[in-house]
């Protein structure tokens, strides 16, 4: 097994040294000839100037997206979810516990769930292959379901030793320990609870889980499966399939925002569904998303190496094509900074916050489309078609 | 000549003059060019047909996004079936390449997607929902055209709601229908309305009367069954979209013969995980061999109908479309692949498009 490095980057790496000029890509032909459906087309090398081909660009990206962004986001949420377990652990040997236990542990969580809000909307290869994400994060899940599941297992004499007692992934990972953490219910608030050691234990299992797991796959990315992106190859048809398919679900996490985080819990009046919260106990609904716009925004940029929109300005001599995405991420992120520091919860039960958030809305739902319509037609390069056709 | 005459008389005639070889909704076909809805970059949508070594034959522009097709033989014109909730059906044909109808589902209906015909193609049954401003949820149509002019004749309950693909078994009378039990609006866009209370089925239905001749179910209610093919033999391979826990793991395709018990597909629980609960579409061969993809899961799978086991699992990124030919099936990805596969899979050829849902193939 290779040995994690558990120093992670605070930011994304440096800035390539070597800027690339632009040059004809050429479009490509209706037809082309025969390809094999797992092997690349492009050669892969590099050439002494500067300019890049289209295939030594998709390539150069590949690798960008491992080594800037794929890697460095999960290696967060590795470092964040250890982060969470030492906590956890140490808070739990102690006894009578204090209100600043409390907020260790939910400074903690904030901090592991702000790295998983980064590493979520990347969902493809090992943190898919076996639902490692839900398991992490089941969502959505109303929030009375979460609280009577939870409760459920807080049972007399589950000590949790060997593990959990149930298969449900609500159970096992990040919305399991905001309930217990931060619900105020009077008779299983954390402080008060009269199972506060049958909690405690719970909440390490949690933790011990989650790191494991993205233990697991940022082991995977280490080794195989990340070269194996790089290289376009095993489940990846060639560098521009690997790019697709990690476009994929970039399209899809932009939907998840607008559908399962906005859309459901505005529900489709007034007082909106908060039983859809994202955060529904740690009030960080807004903030998640704000988190996941930012990193989508900087993995479309590849971190500050060779990215999307150095495609489109580089290679494609697009520059109105990238500013125009530019400019549609700061009109959502300005759309989002009008939120303010308002809950979601709050936001929803409201005609002004509501009216804020269909604003939100709204600029995510057209920045989704320039992507899957001008940066689609300029690269060729698009989302799964069928993948994502839910018919 | 009233709609129920009608229809008895047709299939009566069907049966009885049919000189073709009964062809399944997934079965070999002798000889051999295939089509497929599909997508240009600049989104606009087509209809286009190929043969077995990838040449494209036609393609013919089409107002709105389709989802699967049917070959009209004794016309030489495609049918194209839009994309749920779509209104329109495309004839094509194929000679010419050129649409030539258009024809609107009634007032406060769309399709679903699928449809089928009758042997001697005298008519077209589709899948079809009616709704209304309170967004009421019942159970879906099937409509009944004559293939001369596509005048609705008749038009009865699928018996579920959300129905999606359908097909005749060989006493070209009896449909069997997957009623996917999601209930949809077009105000709503796709939304799933009724997850906590879905109840999908598989039904077949006297196509004389309408009745329902027999209707199963899953014991998961979140299996959504979504797709299907009819083999000589008529047993009916479907496929299934979970809409419940991605975590619930279950078989996600089935064999069933009427009057007898759904029996499983067989495959290990991390076969069945490569799926990512979702299935596109079914085919089958000559060789006693299901063909099945999975867009979501990137991977197309060949099952033997003996035993019903897994043969092989194959990696192809974004396919849906899966089609027999010779010797082997066809899959079609929404990257413009064309694809062969067998016991590998073997690149056929390539188009800067994106090939949609399902593959038919035809003789011309």
Known sequence: ?391 | MNRRSFIKGAVALSASSSLMPWLSACSLSAKTLFASAFTDKENQHYVGWFDEQGHLYGRVEISERAHDLAYLKSQNRIIAFARRPGTKLHIIDVASKMVVKELNAQPQHHFFGHGVLNTDESLLFTTENYFDEQITERDGLITVRDTKDFSIVQQFSSQGVGPHQLALLSDNQTLVIANGGIHTHPVKSREKLNLDTMQPNLSYINTLNGELMAKHQLPDKHLSIRHLCVANDDTVYFGCQYQGAVYQLNPLIYAHKIGQKIQSMKATENEWMRFKQYIASLSVNDRNELAVTSPRGGVVSIWDRNTRKLKSLLALDDTAGVANSTGRFIATTGRGNLVGVDKALSAINKYQIRWDNHLINFMT
């Not at chain 1, 542990?105 to 901090?111: D, I, K, P, V, Y």
Request: net charge negative.
């Open chain 1, 1 to 391: 097994m290779k040995t994690i490095n558990t120093l992670m980057p605070t930011t994304f790496a440096v800035v390539l040294s070597l800027l690339l000029s632009g040059c004809g890509g050429g479009g490509p032909n209706e037809q082309t000839s025969t390809t094999s459906p797992t092997t690349d087309q492009g050669n892969g090398s590099t050439d002494s100037s500067s300019k890049l081909t289209e295939a030594q660009a998709l390539e150069k990206i590949t690798s960008v997206l491992v080594d800037d962004v794929i890697l460095p986001s999960y290696q967060l949420m590795l470092t964040q979810s250890e982060a969470l377990q030492n906590t956890t652990s140490e808070v739990c040997e102690k006894s009578g516990l204090k209100e600043a236990d409390l907020i260790s542990l939910q400074t903690a969580w904030n901090e592991a769930n702000s790295a998983w809000q980064v590493a979520r909307t990347i969902k493809f290869g090992p943190i898919s292959d076996t639902y490692i994400y839900s398991q992490i994060q089941y969502m959505p899940i109303e929030a009375t379901k979460l609280t009577n599941d939870v409760e459920s297992i807080l049972i007399e004499g589950e000590t949790f030793a060997d593990g959990f007692p149930s298969s449900k992934h609500q159970l096992q990972g990040l919305p399991a320990f905001e309930y217990i953490v931060f619900n105020q219910d009077e008779d299983n608030a954390f402080l008060l609870s009269k199972n506060q050691g049958q909690r405690c234990a719970y909440l390490n299992v949690i933790a011990n889980n989650t790191v494991t797991l993205m233990n697991e796959v940022v082991t995977q990315w280490q080794g195989e499966h990340g070269e194996q992106f790089r290289a376009g190859t095993g489940s990846y048809s060639g560098h521009k399939g690997a790019i697709e398919k990690y476009l994929t679900f970039w399209f899809e996490y932009l939907e998840i925002i607008n559908d399962e985080k906005l859309k459901a819990t505005l529900d489709t009046s007034l007082p909106g569904n908060p039983e859809l919260l994202e955060s529904p106990f740690a009030h960080v609904s807004v903030k998640n998303i704000k988190t996941n716009i930012t990193a989508l925004e900087q993995q479309f940029n590849g971190a500050s190496e060779f990215g999307f929109d150095d495609l489109l300005g580089e290679l494609h001599d697009r520059e109105d094509v990238k500013n125009e995405i530019s400019f549609h991420f700061k009109a959502v992120h300005s759309s989002l900074d009008a939120l303010e520091n308002v809950t979601l919860a709050d936001l929803i039960a409201t005609e002004t916050g509501r009216a804020k958030l269909n604003a939100v809305r709204t600029s995510i739902t057209e920045l989704r489309a320039l992507m899957a319509s001008d940066f689609v037609q300029v690269t060729d390069l698009a989302p799964g078609f069928n993948t994502n056709d839910g018919d």
